[in-house]
C-alpha cells in the first residue's frame, strides 16, 4: 500500500482539467471537462467534484495506495467562501471551493489557489554530499550549502517567498533539501481588488 500525491483541478475559462498524479508529479489519471460557465458555478462544482472522484477510484484500482491531497487551480482570487473577479463564471463568488472539496471526496488536505500564482509555484530539491560518518558539524555545513543553493534557485526563477518543505541524511547521498517557492507579488485579480493607500494625514488632495 502507498500514498500519491494528489487529484488536481484545474477550472479554465472555457474548460475544466482534472488529474491524479503521484508524488513526483506524474501524471496517472486525467480528464476534461467543458465548464458551461453560462449555466452557473454549482453545476461546475458538482461535475468537477464527481470527475474527481471517479479519478480517484480508478487510480486506486490500477496503482493502489491513496489520494492524500487536493489542489484546485482557478481564475480570480480565491477566498474560504468564494472566488472574486472571476465574472466568467456566474456566482463563482459564494463558492466555497475547499470547504466543498474535503467534504465531497472525503480528504482533509485540499488547497485552493489562483491559477497564475500556483502554475509560478515550483519545488526545488538540491543535495550536499556527505559522508556517512560525517560529524554533527560537517552535516550542518552540508545542509546550510544545499539550502543555499535552493534558495539561489529559486531567486534565479524570479520566486522570492520561500517555504522550507524538508531536510533529510540520504546514507550514500548526503543531505537533501526540498523547499517551495513562488512568487509573492499579487495576480493581476488581486493587485486589482487592492484598495488603495490612504494618503498621509494632512496631505492636500487633488
Known amino acids: 500500500m502507498h500514498n500519491w ?6 477550472v479554465f475559462v472555457g474548460e475544466i482539467a482534472v488529474a491524479t498524479a503521484n508524488m513526483t508529479g506524474s501524471i496517472l489519471k486525467q480528464a476534461r471537462l467543458d465548464t458551461n460557465a453560462s449555466q452557473g458555478a454549482q453545476q461546475i462544482l458538482e461535475r468537477t467534484t ?30 474560504d467562501h468564494g472566488v472574486l473577479l472571476s465574472p466568467n463564471i456566474p456566482g463563482w463568488e459564494q463558492v466555497s471551493l475547499r470547504e466543498t472539496m474535503c467534504a465531497d471526496l472525503h480528504i482533509a488536505t485540499v488547497v485552493a ?19 556517512d560518518d560525517a560529524t554533527e558539524d560537517g552535516v550542518k555545513a552540508a545542509a546550510a550549502s544545499a539550502l543555499g543553493r535552493a534558495v539561489r534557485g529559486a531567486q534565479a526563477m524570479g520566486l522570492d517567498d520561500v517555504v522550507l518543505k524538508s531536510i533529510r ?38
Open 113 to 131: 489557489a489562483n491559477d497564475v500564482k500556483a502554475a509560478a509555484m515550483a519545488a526545488i530539491t538540491t543535495v550536499a554530499p556527505v559522508q
Open 50 to 79: 464527481v470527475a474527481a472522484h471517479s479519478l480517484i477510484e480508478r487510480t486506486m484500482v490500477d496503482v493502489g495506495g491513496q489520494c492524500v491531497a487536493v489542489g484546485v487551480a482557478t481564475p480570480g482570487i480565491v477566498h
Open 5 to 10: 500525491g494528489s487529484c488536481d483541478t484545474i
Open 169 to 206: 541524511m540520504v546514507p550514500g547521498t548526503g543531505v537533501v533539501v526540498e523547499i517551495l517557492a513562488t512568487d509573492s507579488e499579487p495576480s493581476l485579480e488581486e493587485s486589482a481588488a487592492a484598495p488603495e493607500p490612504a494618503a498621509p494625514t494632512g496631505a492636500p488632495r487633488i
